[in-house]
């Protein structure tokens, strides 16, 4: 983790300011691109290019720690297999903290279940220059419609948070466009693969949690982002109602969510997504046993004749391999939970946490490869007036 991001990160559990030690550091030899934004930013100080390579989060009030592993601050309330390895690697550092535990609430229902699915889906997507079908440039142009030109102009040189980040490209793209610090949030050990890909970015910022409990400091971002994401956790509602807590006022929020149109259309679509309901919880319970793991390479040999389709229609379409088709056949069938939501609904939620200038986004303004799944799907976007 960068030096300078502990301004931003809180405890999950009481959201009071967290006290840094320090196992191992460096010092980055920074790109004059990113030296001259950040003297330009007025952030450039000696402690800029101070990078955290492993250490510990505490907080004082809770009395609990919190692992820095390969640059990730791992700040989630309860303990995962990360926890059980920094401590056989540190036990020197916790034994000198003897009034400091691990966090110990009991996990959100269905997130430990994310963390083993999602960072195996994750875990061997290559950076390639594709995600999904689409090309990188084709992403971020997506990323750019989906905000729209007025979050794009009040997020500028502020604070952007994505929620559900995965591998970190749309982060990656959000600290570019808006030129700004962009922080991504992944339940998952994703993550842990961002922050070794972008070590040497010092606008990017990485850190393992959980959407119910964000280790940010509330009303923290300008932007609040999170794109396929929300709908997969028990209650979407209850994670949309936690998220934007952490929005400042005037801030802007943008969120993309499976909506009912997934049902509709023609007779092949409703009959994948009968298969899908029908399946999925199978899947989930079993995940790493065999025979899931052959259905999955069945159904990804589906997704590659489909995707061979979209691109008879749509040269923009990129072609999926192999691990690209499992990797979308993992990410539609094995979530214990995917969840569907219209944009009233959604809208009626935003009203009620104090967002107004709310807008449906126009799946004509996406990328054509995409246009089809905005169609059938709610993007919303709106602008926090109160806290």
């Known amino acids: 983790m960068w030096f300078r991001s502990l301004e931003w990160y809180a405890c999950p559990m009481c959201h009071a300011a967290l006290r840094l030690k320090i196992l191992d550091e460096r010092r980055v030899d920074l790109s004059p691109e990113y030296?001259?934004?950040?003297?330009?930013?007025?952030?450039?100080?000696?402690?800029?290019?101070?990078?955290?390579?492993?250490?510990?989060l505490l907080c004082d009030h809770c009395r609990v720690v919190y692992p820095i592993v390969e640059g990730l601050p791992v700040l989630i309330p309860y303990t995962t297999p990360t926890h059980a390895e920094f401590e056989a690697a540190h036990k020197a550092l916790l034994a000198a903290l003897p009034q400091y535990k691990?966090?110990?609430?009991?996990?959100?229902?269905g997130e430990e279940f994310v963390m083993r699915s999602f960072a195996a889906e994750w875990r061997d997507y290559d950076y390639d220059g594709v995600i999904w079908d689409l090309s990188y440039e084709d992403h971020e142009k997506r990323f750019?419609?989906?905000?729209?030109?007025?979050?794009?102009?009040?997020?500028?040189?502020?604070?952007?948070?994505?929620?559900?980040?995965?591998?970190?490209?749309?982060?990656?793209?959000?600290?570019?466009?808006?030129?700004?610090?962009a922080i991504g949030v992944d339940l998952s050990l994703a993550v842990l693969r961002a922050t070794a890909q972008f070590k040497d970015n010092p606008f990017l910022h990485?850190?393992?949690?959980?959407?119910?409990?964000?280790?940010?400091?509330?009303?923290?971002?300008?932007?609040?982002?999170?794109?396929?994401?929300?709908?997969?956790?028990y209650s979407t509602q209850d994670a949309v109602t936690a998220v934007t807590q952490h929005c400042a006022r005037g801030g802007w929020i943008y969120l993309w969510l499976y909506g009912s149109g997934s049902k509709k259309g023609s007779v092949a679509r409703r009959f994948a997504f009968a298969l899908e309901e029908t399946v999925r919880p199978s899947i989930a319970r079993h995940l790493?046993?065999?025979?899931?793991?052959?259905?999955?390479?069945?159904?990804?040999?589906?997704?590659?004749?489909?995707?061979?389709?979209?691109?008879?229609?749509?040269?923009s379409v990129e072609k999926y391999t192999f691990a690209n088709a499992v990797h979308a056949a993992r990410d539609r069938f094995t979530p214990m939970f995917a969840h569907r939501h219209d944009y009233p609904e959604v809208a009626g939620w935003l009203r009620n946490a104090g967002f107004n200038c709310l807008e449906k986004?126009?799946?004509?303004?996406?990328?054509?490869?995409?246009?089809?799944n905005y169609r059938r799907n709610t993007g919303v976007r709106g602008k926090r007036v109160t806290t």
């Open 35 to 56: 030296l001259a934004l950040a003297k330009e930013l007025g952030r450039l100080d000696a402690d800029f290019n101070r990078f955290v390579e492993s250490g510990a």
């Open 102 to 109: 691990w966090p110990a609430k009991t996990s959100v229902p």
């Open 144 to 181: 750019l419609a989906e905000i729209g030109e007025q979050m794009l102009h009040d997020g500028q040189e502020g604070t952007f948070v994505e929620i559900g980040c995965g591998l970190g490209l749309t982060t990656l793209f959000a600290a570019k466009d808006l030129r700004c610090d």
């Open 206 to 233: 990485f850190v393992q949690g959980s959407a119910f409990y964000l280790p940010l400091r509330p009303l923290i971002a300008n932007v609040i982002y999170s794109h396929g994401v929300l709908h997969h956790t």
């Open 288 to 315: 790493s046993a065999p025979p899931v793991k052959a259905t999955l390479s069945v159904m990804a040999c589906a997704y590659l004749a489909v995707n061979f389709v979209h691109r008879l229609r749509d040269p």
């Open 361 to 372: 986004v126009d799946w004509r303004t996406m990328p054509t490869a995409n246009q089809a």
